[in-house]
């Protein structure tokens, strides 16, 4: 066992301090990794404050990570000490369902293993995340890091990437297409670098005026603010596709409305109810769909395709102990766009 400093919530909406936990020798089909970069994501805010419920403490957040391999299993073949690697928002499944079958292990009729706030299959203990300097991870769900992205910025490609890719991927999202991206946060800004990659003509859609210059900085091709209710009516029926990444309660069937027939709104943010009216579907044949991060072998494909095309995100590297001011700022909507754990800082 390697005795590991890590930074955890003690309890249930207690402020993130240093802590100790124990990460395991591998075993044949595992690797050790060292961790040198942890992305922040909103949704650690949300379990280390037990705002989702169900939390298991002490927990330390953490599951978009980057490191390199210190250490391989007996069997291990795909992977050698020195590859630089990630671990993303899971760390085992069932392997046995149809889903991990067709390598969406996200959506294991079982369940994944999250990468923390969980329990080991095998063993019954809880998992810790990636606030820490090392981790142990079954060879099957770590991935290859491609050397042409930065550490610091691929880090949240392994959460936040691969939320936005894969439904523009299994939407079939494809060149000259018209996307709008509504919101401008985490999610929003990888979500218009891959549409504008794939070749789509993207659109902002931000309740914020002041997120329009980042919006074409980051390679959209227009920008509309949503407080101005005119823009709902500028842009009725304009629209292929929309990926709808805001978390806080908004209505659907306005946004419906800016659809094409047979568009699709996909949601990848988690807020509450909202009542959604028929006939914004039914009169344009238009779809509401909903898509969760990834599986391997589609994760693997979202870095190479950042690799190719060079995307990354826009990240502030910060050391450990400013963890609890950045998640305050993070609620803030205070970052762009992702906060990332250098955490080198740990060892000190």
């Keep these: 066992m390697y005795k590991t400093p890590a930074y955890a919530a003690i309890t249930a909406k207690a402020p993130l301090t240093p802590h100790s936990i124990e990460r395991r020798e591998p075993a044949a089909h595992e690797v050790l990794i060292d961790i040198l970069f942890c992305g922040v994501c909103h949704s650690d805010v949300h379990q280390a404050r037990e705002e989702w419920g169900k939390g298991i403490f002490p927990m330390v957040p953490g599951h978009e990570i980057v490191g390199k391999v210190a250490k391989v299993g007996s069997a291990v073949k795909k992977w050698k000490v020195g590859d630089t690697v990630g671990v993303g928002c899971f760390v085992d499944s069932c392997r046995e369902c149809a889903p991990c079958k067709a390598g969406e292990e996200q ?24 606030y820490s300097t090392r981790i142990t991870v079954d060879e099957k769900y770590v991935l290859r890091v491609p050397e042409s992205i930065p550490l610091e910025r691929a880090a949240p490609l392994l959460c936040a ?19 709008a991206v509504v919101g401008l946060g985490g999610l929003g800004h990888m979500a218009v670098k891959l549409a504008k990659a794939m070749g789509a003509h993207v659109t902002v859609l931000s309740h914020s005026d002041s997120k329009h210059d980042d919006a074409l900085r980051l390679g959209a091709d ?14 009725a029926g304009s629209f292929d596709f929309i990926l709808n990444t805001i978390s806080a309660q908004h209505d659907y069937n306005a946004y419906l409305g800016l659809l094409k027939l047979d568009g699709t709104m996909v949601l990848v943010g988690m807020p509450d109810p909202i009542p959604l009216a028929a006939g914004s579907l039914i009169m344009r044949r238009r779809r509401i769909a909903g898509s969760l991060i990834g599986g391997i072998r589609e994760t693997q494909e979202m870095l190479d395709f950042c690799a190719e095309h060079g995307v990354a995100s826009d990240v502030e590297v910060i050391a450990i102990d400013q963890i609890n001011e950045a998640y305050e700022r993070m609620i803030k909507g205070d970052v762009r766009y992702r906060f990332v754990i250098d955490c080198a800082s740990l060892g000190k």
């Design 107 to 130: 959506y294991c009729d079982k369940g994944m293993t999250g990468t923390y706030n969980s329990v080991e299959r095998d063993s019954k203990q809880p998992t810790y995340g990636g």
């Design 222 to 235: 227009a920008f509309a603010a949503t407080h101005d209710k005119s823009n709902f009516k500028k842009f």
């Design 161 to 179: 990437g691969i939320t936005t890719y894969s439904p523009l991927r299994h939407f079939g999202v494809k060149a000259g297409d018209k996307v």
